[in-house]
DNA sequence: ATCTATGGCAAGCCGA
DNA sequence: TCGGCTTGCCAT
């Protein structure tokens, strides 16, 4: 390590100083190689026949936007510069004149000019007169104190960050394919035929005209094809001095020992450092791969920098907060030139100067991805859990610690991690990276920061957008708030902010031949039926006030359009009347069933959040009254419903928000409701499934329900819940197997005998202490730093407090597995516990809870089992002595 | 700079 | 001992 680093000379001229360093350095060592690291420099075409826009950016240097486009031809990145002249901007609604009297503004060093502009007042549904104050970096504008927003009384659209500004501006169709003639940016042409429209537009023959526009739009997006990216997934691995603690990637302390690099084209590489006393190992890897040593870690961060240099798009599995930050301080610590680091840190991300870095770990840990696009299908958020639950992969166990490992486990070990990565993204026909740009497309969010931002920011993003296009004024959050107000119904539960949706009381019991209907998306239909937009809602007419919400002293605008009715109601059509149904469509080509399938499950992402953040205090257009006019409508629907399906004459044993149990109706009573629905609530109600039988207790939000394949719908119930030990788990499923198989009422006592067999071996198993320390643990995570449980010490945090004395590290997210125990505490962490000290009796109350919430409605009862129980086991444990 | 919503259940904590 | 509160996980 060197004795002076940059930090602590205290200068600004740093390229000076590092040179100097180095020379310094290199008397020190001398000879000391320097290998080759070329400082990036971008190099701009003025003309391309056809490229997609990955990136927008601001570039500091020409002071000008830029754009990093991907041309499928050479699958290459290509640069482009503003040259437009866009300038960065705010609005203020004072007059030029009022805006020159402002003292340090017109005499800014940033400023430029005042332009008098007009802009549609959404708010207030009237045109206004704006003024625009011009600067000549984004910096003047805003994110300096002295900047100008800081200067006027109330400035608007001055927090939109400048490279989304200009894509509003050029109204860029980020993930879209354009051209560079003559050095101009032109979009390249619509690829859908004259003949392919008007087929789409026949599909939606009923809808509005502005409805019909926006499809028009979104079908457009959708149509254009969507390139293959060549893309790279790199991971390093770093000796760490005390094994259970993962290296700080700020220190960058210890060398980097190994790396791996996994190209979309099948190309897999592994570079080793060189280290006294390592071993070869006896592992073979595959013999297409590449593996390669080194003597100097220098050298491998120049192979890094090359491959940093060429992808243009790079994956990792958590390089914003390790991997490239890691390599970022390494290379600053080993005396390397700062412009020679192909990395932009930021504080959070880590950016490249040539490609796109895209963090697996953020986009998959984004919750609407998790929950809509991979129906909850991994909920631990290691690399290996997501692997495993996605590919049926995970990574490779280690028996010893990383600096321990032969060269040939290292690099065993390494390159999977890369290559599960890669895999992430290619699986299914390559449906991550078809999400990722179809999201681009309608958010017209630049790739870096859409697989790290969440659904609120694409909403926002895409409303700022046709803001933009349609000369409104993007308003002021509080101006909303101000002008709309707070929520009016009070919320069930505590705390919460509004009212929200009807869980129909269940009717326990076996139901035989139940029908489950629902609204097709009943929140953004409920937005496009009726209306529903932050502009729309409490509008300023007199003549609208009439036009009131069920339930609410609320009101909706019948004058004009709301424009998230008209984005969302879109999206919604297009979804369910095109993309869904081409999705299914066998006649089609796989392929293309397959691509229309990603489509329809990004609009769904979208669609499921959108009423979401109408309601989050964070959404730039938060409006609550809004939010709670959607549940609100939402309860007419359902209570309408249940009370129509009662006057037929239909049983309705159980609902929650969206949807009805109809207990054995028949086909024309079903049609009748649904006809109903049509004509009288202006939604789609369809028949979402039906179970052979279904069985409920009394509780809300627990049920199972029996298709007539015999497969088992599960919800709620303890059973399934992610928590609980595995042993419960297994038995559970034996009594949900023993349930599928039930076809008729009288095939019900075969199914309980299987289950009173089942309940008892478990408990016998416990009582016998058969169960091993896994089996028996619970899997609780860690929602929040431990220091911040103040109020209440949950036992999986006492576990965790035992493994942090034990010297363990535990953070945000991590599972504690953690056994009950006869000790004062009454848990331990499985790593410290033996199985002796396990409470068997607190196991056994949890079977019993577990089975509990099912044995009312089949008659059965747990004290009962658990007596017979008692007594075998007093035989069996009589037999064995 | 970042963060979609509310309803519902089980279990355990903790102060009255 | 009781009941409100906290926490995690799930349904929609």
Same mark, same amino acid.
């Given at each position: ?111 430029? %000019? ?36 800081? @200067?006027?009384? @109330? ?26 003639? =003559? ?20 599909? !939606? ?19 254009? /094809?969507? &390139? ?18 993962? /290296? ?32 070869? +190992? ?105 692997? =495993? ?97 707070? *929520? ?6 505590? +705390? ?8 129909? %009381?269940? @009717? ?44 609410? &002293?609320?009101? #909706? ?19 369910? @009347?095109?993309?869904? $149904?081409?999705? $299914?469509?066998?006649?089609? &080509? ?8 990603? #489509? ?31 549940? *609100? ?14 006057? !037929?004459? #239909? %049983? ?131 929602? $929040? /730093? ?26 945000? +997210?991590?599972? #504690? ?8 505490? +009454? ?42 129980? $008692? ?11």
């Amino acid at each position: 390590m060197r004795a002076r680093t940059l930090e602590n000379l205290n200068v600004t001229n740093y390229e000076a100083v590092e040179e100097e360093l180095f020379t310094e350095q290199q008397e020190r060592d001398a000879p000391l190689k320097r290998w080759e690291m070329p400082v990036f420099k971008a190099e701009y075409t003025d003309s391309l026949s056809q490229a997609y826009v990955l990136s927008v950016y601001y570039d500091g240097e020409s002071r000008r936007a830029g754009l990093k486009l991907y041309d499928p031809e050479t699958r290459k990145i290509h640069f482009w510069l503003d040259n437009t002249r866009h300038l960065p901007y705010c609005l203020s609604d004072l007059s030029i004149d009022e805006l020159t009297a402002i003292d340090g503004l017109t005499g800014h060093p940033g400023f430029i %000019e005042l332009q008098a502009v007009k802009k549609y007042d959404a708010l207030e549904d009237r045109e206004i007169e704006m003024t625009k104050i011009v600067a000549k970096d984004p910096l003047s504008i805003g994110g300096r104190r002295s900047s100008i927003r800081e @200067k006027i009384p @109330k400035a608007w659209e001055a927090r939109i960050r400048y490279y989304d500004c200009y894509t509003f501006d050029r109204q860029l169709l980020l993930g879209m394919p354009y051209k560079i003639v =003559k050095g101009d940016l032109v979009a390249d042409e619509d690829t859908l035929t004259r003949e392919a429209k008007d087929k789409i537009q026949n599909l !939606f023959a009923g809808e509005a005209p502005e409805v019909r526009a926006y499809i028009d739009q979104w079908s457009t997006l959708f149509q254009c /094809p969507i &390139p293959s990216l060549r893309r790279v997934a790199v991971d390093i691995e770093v000796t760490s001095a005390v094994e259970t603690r993962v /290296p700080d990637p700020r220190e960058a302390m210890n060398p980097i020992i190994a790396t791996s690099m996994v190209d979309s084209d099948g190309g897999r590489r592994v570079l080793l450092l060189r280290r006294e006393g390592v071993e070869e +190992g006896t592992r073979r890897l595959p013999s297409d791969v590449d593996v390669e040593y080194y003597d100097d870690e220098e050298a491998i961060l120049a192979e890094i920098f090359k491959v940093l240099l060429e992808y243009p798009v790079v994956l990792t599995f958590n390089g914003d907060d390790f991997d490239l930050r890691y390599i970022y301080h390494r290379a600053m610590n080993l005396g390397i030139r700062r412009e020679s680091i192909p990395i932009v840190l930021g504080e959070r991300f880590a950016h490249l100067t040539y490609g796109i870095h895209v963090d697996l770990y953020k986009f998959f840990f984004n919750r609407s991805i998790q929950i809509y696009a991979f129906s909850q299908k991994y909920t631990e958020l290691s690399l290996d859990s997501v692997a =495993k639950a996605i590919l049926g992969v995970g990574k490779v166990e280690l028996a010893t610690p990383i600096p321990q490992l032969s060269y040939s486990d290292l690099a065993a070990y390494c390159l999977n991690d890369s290559e599960i990565t890669l895999q992430l993204t290619s699986f299914d026909d390559e449906l991550v990276m078809k999400l990722i740009q179809v999201m681009m497309r309608i958010t017209k969010m630049r790739m870096e920061d859409l697989t790290r931002q969440g659904v609120s920011s694409w909403i926002r993003n895409l409303m700022y957008f046709e803001h933009r296009r349609l000369s409104y004024l993007i308003p002021r959050s509080d101006d909303i708030l101000e002008s709309k107000g707070k *929520a009016t119904s009070e919320a069930i539960i505590k +705390g919460k902010k509004f009212k929200g949706a009807i869980v129909v %009381e269940p @009717k326990p019991g076996i139901h035989f031949n139940v029908n489950v209907l629902d609204f097709a998306s009943l929140y953004p239909s409920i937005i496009k039926v009726h209306n529903l937009s932050y502009e729309t809602i409490l509008c300023t007419h007199k003549q609208c006030r009439t036009n009131t919400i069920p339930g609410l &002293p609320h009101w #909706i605008c019948k004058e004009r359009k709301g424009l998230s009715s008209l984005i969302i109601g879109s999206l919604r059509d297009t979804r369910v @009347k095109m993309y869904k $149904k081409m999705a $299914k469509d066998r006649s089609l &080509p796989t392929n293309l069933q397959n691509l229309y399938n990603v #489509i329809q499950l990004t609009l769904k992402v979208l669609l499921n959040a959108s009423y979401g953040v109408m309601g989050a205090a964070s959404f730039n257009l938060y409006c609550p009254p809004l939010a709670e006019a959607v549940t *609100a409508i939402g309860r007419y629907a359902i209570t309408k419903t249940v009370e129509k399906a009662n006057a !037929f004459g #239909i %049983e309705v044993v159980y609902g929650d928000t969206d949807s009805v149990f109809l207990k054995a109706p028949t086909p024309s009573q079903v049609n009748e409701l649904l006809g109903w629905s049509e004509e009288e609530l202006g939604m789609e109600l369809e028949i979402d499934k039906v179970y052979r039988y279904a069985v409920f207790s009394h509780l809300k939000k627990n049920y199972l329900g029996v298709y007539p394949d015999g497969k088992v719908d599960i919800k709620g119930l303890m059973g399934k819940k992610r928590h609980i030990p595995a042993f419960l788990k297994r038995s559970f499923m034996e009594m949900v197997e023993a349930l599928g198989d039930v076809q008729s009422p009288s095939g019900f006592e075969e199914a309980k005998q299987r289950i009173r067999d089942v309940v008892r071996t478990c408990y016998k198993s416990l009582k016998g202490k058969a169960y091993s320390l896994d089996d028996l643990a619970l899997k609780v995570m860690i929602g $929040k /730093p431990l220091r911040r449980y103040v109020k209440t010490t949950p036992q999986h945090v006492k576990a965790a407090n035992l493994l942090v004395e034990a010297g363990q590290e535990i953070k945000t +997210g991590d599972i #504690i597995s953690f056994v009950k125990t006869t000790n004062a505490l +009454g848990v331990k962490p499985v790593q410290l516990a033996s199985i002796r000290e396990v409470d068997v009796n607190k196991y056994v109350e949890y079977l019993k809870s577990t089975f509990e919430q099912v044995f009312d409605a089949l008659d059965l009862d747990f004290q009962e089992i658990m007596g017979i129980s $008692k007594l075998e086991s007093f035989l069996w444990n009589y037999e064995d002595t």
